[in-house]
């Protein structure tokens, strides 16, 4: 399809017409700024296209406050060889002409042959939609609505399919999904989907296990019941054996027999049994005789031991009895020797002691004369301090009196340089033989007087001469003098004493004492720690415990001189001692062995005549006589009585008593024994009669047989879901892949063309597209591998690269279908940079090669390089005007 | 003077391989066999009804059992001459002396549980009874008989359980041996032999009556009773089988090759006379169109019949192009057609020939002339069972 003329009356803002003609079968670049009229060109055509010619809601066409103006497009193009011509007016006069090679169609017509030539459809009712739009729709991309692909292509599916064949139908329209469902629907009964059995499906194994498992245990019980059929069976044939046959009866009379042999038997050892007493007091009577003879006999030999044993005892006390005086004489010369060494040991203790006296009276003899001169000492001492003491309080001076003293002194001798300074001195020099007097006082030779006060000088026969001291004060210093001299004076007094040299001096004296006293007083305490009388008294008891001793040791002196040292005395007087003990000891064992002995000898005596008495007494020799006859007899009987009981012995052994008993008990127990287990198998029999009775009734074979029908059943049931099971999941995969590889097969050839496209602007990506022919997902090969994304995910320039992409492919797949295809892009890719828009002009001019494109935009320096002029809008009005 | 021989009822007998109904159907088919046995005694006006042993097929039944199968004998008042087989053998407990501790056992009917010749003046017979006291014997029981003396003026009958030596197949029911010239050893007039489930004669006093009511796909006889008729005492007895059994049972096993086979087995089944039970394995191929007929006139059988029981896992479903346009599968469900198609001829695999026969039963189904025949696409699996429970 080739537009090639354009021409616009009454429409928005071209009021007059408006002419674009010379259209190419390529790229037809448009430009012109913003609102010079390039949408509008674009708007029309599709106003013509898409709007019916009757509608009334196209008024947005009018140019602006011109209701009354009849919105007019006039579109001339090629198509298959033949020329078409559409021209319609909206509105004001409606009217539609389509002109086809010269065959005129008109209104509706008209409509629906370019509805059928385009594939989009026109509303009911109202203006047209984006949902009427079909192909154009799809090819034909408005401003700023380059990115939004879904929306245009779902719109257009219809006719893409319509479009593109019968092949892309099949996918969806021949009802296979529907039978995909009804599968899925079915499988869904017996699999969960996740492919779990559900429902009965899952519940039947679990049933079919649990019949087996009856059915197990009714086999278990069947078999359990016929075994004990089998034993009932074999039960009673015993049963009847035992109350035919009887086998207890032989066995009761072999017992009889036993029995009774066993009773001979004991006859005879009852027999036995008496003569073995006899034989048994027969011989106690043996045994008595032979005693009583024995004892005669016994008493023979006791006669003869007697006589030595008597004679052994003379013989013993005799052998004493001489030995008997040297134990004495023995004995006291023990007893001389331990008396004598006790007396020496007491004169060693003796002189032990006296040694001992005499050194403690040497020690006290030295303790007393030390403690003599050391109370002398002490009484000097003492007298020393005493005389000390008593000089002391007289000429005492307390420390503020002498210091007062001094004080007064210094004053007074102050007082008196200064008088004799101003006093008024008088010196003379008197002729020998001369003679002068002052106030009755005669002065000679030379001299030197002091006046304090007037004097009068007599020089005898020249007359008086007064001397009056000048001065002021003189006078009262004189007096002062006097106070001074009164109270020091008065002080002196008080201490008797004349002048202040004496006072330091007692002072000093003084304090010399105290030091001496204080000497004396440490020397006397040494001495006499505790006092002098104490110590006078020790002396006094140390003088007389020397006095003692020294009486004592006079007193000793005389008794113990010559002894031996105590130890030797002490050791001497123990081993006399024990001499001395032993000595008693032998003398007392001899005296103890002598008495027995002479005991011994006379009990020997006694008894020695008691048994030759009894020895000698007449009925003896009867009585022993008479047991031997007694003797003789009784062995004969015994001799007979053992024959008797040999011979009856034999007899017994013979018969086996004890085997006899045994065989009573052997045939008792057993005839016991058959009968109880007679006894016993009867009530078993009963029992299990009763027992099988009560199973028989339970009908457990005829339980198995439905049982096992069930079993059958179920298991049948089972295999049949799983037939169905498998055939199910067997179609339903199989509908899928069938269905996946039917669209990948669809989607080759918009592949190709998308690829064709892409391989333009991203070299090795891919784009993948979905059953409904929509692209999803671009795959790109990136610096850091494969980059997978859904369109959407891209940024809006690339969004809009893709969308016009995707257009061009479907552009070319209508071609190849033999559709017409126009490209109106109305300022599309301005959200492009320069290198990706070079690359899409790349595109598009490729595109062009085979469809027309329209391209409005309002950058012409952006589209200059695709070798066709772009033309201006204001170029295109100015020549439509003119 | 006539008899009626019969044996083998197995009373009690389940049958696991058919749906519960049918399997209840058939339980109660031996009750029923036996009240036509009375019916039939009573018709020939017969001197006496032998059963020779197997009365009931285990011997812990149920005592509803018991009592019914008494109950199916009021029909002919005697007498009924029975032993035990080794089923229902006289052992020291049976279902024999259950029955008796019952009080189950009506006057007419006489159980012979031990061995003996029973005199039964007034039917005019003497009974030479072999009873099985056990489950099983190695020895022959009837082999007094050839000594037994038995009154004079009597029928001399003998009656026994057991496999005929070297006269019977391999699959004898049981070890019990009897001498194949028993009959004219022991003098017999008849042996009424039981244990062997078909008719079967073994010389011309010695017939097996075979059982009543058949249980088993096996043609031989089963279903039958024997009237025994004797004219003269020396001379043989004239011997005719009556048909007794509700069931015919049926195995048929065919091979698909053709559409005509289709229609051969359709009039078939069609002509098969109900009720019946009935096995049918199929093999072979055939399309969707003959594989609708197929189960369309199984469906139909399985409404006339007792039971009709059908595996078609080895016949190969092979849709042809005409199918397929039918069934207007275009697009991917043509291919998913193909590939089941492919996998079934190459792997003889059942489930793409479920699958197969299942995505042509849906496509059936969007077909709008088709909707009636959702039902039997369905069962065009061979799962009635489970279509019926799907759909209940």
């Known amino acids: 399809m080739k537009l090639k003329r354009i021409r616009i009356e009454q429409l928005r803002q071209f009021q007059n017409p408006l002419v674009v003609d010379d259209l190419q079968p390529g790229i037809n670049v448009i430009t012109g700024p913003n609102e010079s009229g390039k949408s509008t060109i674009a708007s029309a055509i599709r106003a013509a296209f898409f709007e019916r010619h009757r509608s009334s809601s196209v008024s947005d066409l009018q140019p602006w406050g011109d209701s009354s103006a009849a919105p007019q497009v006039m579109l001339e193009f090629d198509w298959q060889d033949r020329h078409w011509r559409l021209e319609k007016r909206f509105l004001g006069r409606k009217r539609c002409d389509l002109e086809i090679a010269g065959v005129h169609y008109s209104g509706d017509d008209a409509e629906e042959q370019l509805a059928e030539l385009l594939g989009f459809q026109h509303p009911a009712r109202g203006a047209s939609k984006a949902e009427h739009w079909g192909i154009p729709g799809l090819l034909w991309i408005e401003q700023g609505a380059g990115h939004e692909l879904r929306p245009a292509v779902e719109h257009a599916a219809d006719h893409l399919q319509s479009a593109l064949g019968a092949g892309l139908g099949e996918v969806t329209s021949s009802g296979g999904d529907e039978i995909i469902q009804a599968v899925a629907t079915q499988k869904a009964v017996f699999l969960t989907a996740t492919g779990k059995p559900r429902g009965e499906f899952a519940k039947l194994p679990g049933q079919i296990a649990q019949q087996r498992e009856e059915l197990a245990g009714l086999e278990a019980r069947i078999a359990s019941y016929r075994q004990e059929v089998d034993r009932l069976s074999e039960l009673r044939k015993q049963h009847a054996m035992d109350a035919r046959e009887k086998p207890w009866q032989m066995l009761r009379q072999q017992q009889q027999a036993a029995e009774k042999a066993l009773a001979n038997v004991e006859t005879l050892q009852q027999a036995q049994a008496v003569d073995r007493q006899a034989l048994q007091s027969c011989q106690n009577t043996l045994v008595l005789l032979r005693e009583q003879l024995e004892v005669f006999q016994r008493q023979q030999q006791t006669l003869l031991q007697r006589q030595s044993a008597a004679q052994h005892a003379q013989e013993t006390l005799q052998a004493l009895r001489e030995g008997e005086t040297e134990i004495d004489v023995k004995h006291q010369l023990a007893e001389k020797n331990y008396r004598q060494a006790r007396l020496i040991e007491q004169q060693a203790r003796q002189q032990e002691q006296l040694s001992r006296l005499r050194q403690e009276l040497e020690r006290l003899s030295q303790e007393r004369v030390a403690l003599d001169d050391r109370l002398e000492k002490a009484y000097r001492v003492q007298a020393e301090l005493l005389a000390q003491r008593r000089a002391l309080p007289r000429q005492r001076i307390d420390e503020p009196t002498l210091e007062k003293l001094r004080k007064q002194h210094k004053q007074r001798d102050d007082l008196e340089i200064r008088l004799q300074s101003i006093a008024t001195r008088v010196q003379y020099n008197i002729l020998p033989d001369q003679a002068i007097e002052l106030d009755g006082q005669a002065l000679s030779m030379q001299g030197e007087i002091l006046l304090l006060e007037s004097g009068e000088v007599t020089i005898p026969g020249v007359g008086h001469l007064r001397i009056i001291p000048g001065g002021e004060d003189i006078g009262e210093l004189s007096r002062r003098q006097r106070q001074l001299e009164d109270v020091l004076k008065a002080l002196f007094e008080q201490l008797e004493l004349t002048s202040l040299e004496e006072v330091e001096r007692r002072v000093e004296a003084h304090q010399r004492l105290d030091i001496e006293i204080q000497a004396n007083e440490r020397l006397l305490s040494s001495l006499a720690p505790k006092g002098i009388d104490l110590l006078s008294q020790a002396c006094e008891t140390c003088k007389q415990q020397c006095e003692t001793l020294s009486a004592q040791c006079r007193s000793q002196t005389a008794l113990a001189e010559q002894a031996p040292s105590l130890v030797d005395a002490e050791a001497q007087r123990t081993t006399a001692e024990q001499a001395l003990k032993l000595a008693e000891k032998r003398q007392a064992d001899h005296q103890l062995a002598l008495n027995g002995a002479r005991r011994d000898a006379a009990n020997s005596d006694v008894e020695l005549q008691r048994l030759q008495a009894e020895l000698s007494a007449p009925d003896r020799q009867q009585r022993e006589r008479e047991l031997s006859q007694q003797l003789v007899e009784q062995r004969a009987e015994y001799a007979s009585l053992e024959q008797r009981i040999a011979n009856r012995q034999q007899r017994i052994d013979a018969a086996q008593p004890a085997l006899l008993q045994q065989d009573v008990q052997r045939f008792a127990r057993s005839a016991e024994q058959l009968e109880k287990a007679a006894h016993d198998r009867e009530l078993a029999l009963t029992e299990l009669h009763s027992r099988l009775e009560a199973h028989s009734a339970e009908g457990l074979e005829e339980q198995r047989a439905e049982c096992l029908l069930l079993c059958e059943q179920l298991g049948r049931r089972f295999v049949e879901m799983e037939r169905r099971v498998a055939a199910l999941s067997l179609l339903d995969t199989l509908l899928k892949e069938k269905r996946h590889a039917l669209t990948q097969r669809l989607q080759a050839p918009l592949q190709r063309h998308l690829n064709h496209y892409l391989a333009l602007l991203f070299p090795q990506a891919s784009l993948s597209v979905d059953e409904n022919l929509i692209p999803t997902q671009l795959t790109r090969t990136q610096t850091f591998g494969m980059e997978r994304g859904t369109l959407e995910t891209l940024s809006f320039g690339a969004r809009e690269q893709m969308g016009l992409i995707s257009r061009l492919a479907y552009a070319d797949l209508l071609r190849e279908a033999g559709r017409p295809t126009l490209i109106i892009l109305d300022d599309a890719l301005v959200h492009s940079d320069a290198q990706r828009l070079a690359q899409m002009k790349r595109i598009l001019f490729d595109a062009a090669e085979r469809h027309q494109v329209l391209l409005f935009s309002c950058h012409p320096e952006d589209w200059r390089d695709l070798g066709v002029a772009p033309r201006d809008m204001q170029a295109l009005k100015a020549v439509s005007d003119a | ?392």
């Open chain 2, 1 to 392: 003077m006539r008899l009626l021989h019969t044996a083998d009822w197995q009373i009690g007998r389940q049958y696991g391989r058919f749906a519960p109904e049918d399997a209840h159907a058939l339980a109660e088919a031996r009750f029923s066999a036996v009240e036509r046995l009375a019916r039939l005694a009573t018709e020939q006006a017969v001197a006496a009804v032998l059963v020779a042993g197997d009365v009931f097929d285990a011997q812990t039944v149920s005592d509803r059992t018991i009592r019914r199968l008494f109950n199916a004998m009021q029909g002919f008042s005697g007498p009924w001459v029975m032993i035990p087989g080794n089923h229902d053998a006289a052992l020291a407990e049976s279902v024999w002396s259950r029955a008796k501790r019952l009080g189950a056992v009506p006057a007419h009917v006489e159980v012979l549980l031990e061995p003996g010749v029973y005199a039964f003046p007034q039917a005019g017979i003497a009974v030479l009874a072999a009873p099985l006291t056990q489950r099983q014997t190695s020895a022959d029981l009837t082999a007094w008989f050839d000594d037994a003396e038995s009154p004079e003026g009597l029928l001399r009958l003998g009656l026994a359980h057991g496999s005929v030596q070297g006269q019977l197949a391999d699959d004898i029911d049981s070890p019990n041996p009897i001498a194949a010239e028993r009959a004219a050893r022991a003098r017999l007039h008849y042996l009424a032999l039981g244990d062997w489930h078909g008719l079967k004669q073994i010389d011309e006093r010695t017939w097996y009556s075979g059982t009543p009511e058949q249980e088993r796909f096996k043609n031989n006889g089963a279903g039958q009773a024997l009237i025994v008729a004797f004219e003269k005492f020396d001379h043989p007895p004239r011997v005719t089988a009556h048909q007794v059994g509700k069931f015919q049972w049926h195995h048929w096993q065919e091979t698909i090759r053709v559409d005509s086979d289709i229609d051969r087995l359709i009039e078939r089944l069609e002509a098969l006379p109900s009720p019946a039970v009935l096995a049918l394995d199929l093999r072979g191929d055939t399309d969707l169109a003959g594989h609708r007929r197929l189960t369309q006139a199984l469906a139909e059988a399985e409404a006339r019949h007792r039971s009709v029981q059908y595996d078609l896992s080895a016949l190969r479903l092979q849709p042809t192009d005409a199918d397929i346009a039918a069934l207007d599968a275009d697009g991917y469900l043509g291919d998913v057609i193909d590939e089941l198609r492919a996998q079934q001829s190459l792997q003889d695999d059942e489930a793409s020939r479920d699958a197969l026969v299942l995505l042509a039963g849906l496509l059936r189904e969007r077909l709008p002339q088709a909707a009636s025949h959702a039902e039997e696409s369905e069962s065009g699996l061979g799962m009635s069972s489970l279509a019926q429970e799907d759909s209940a």
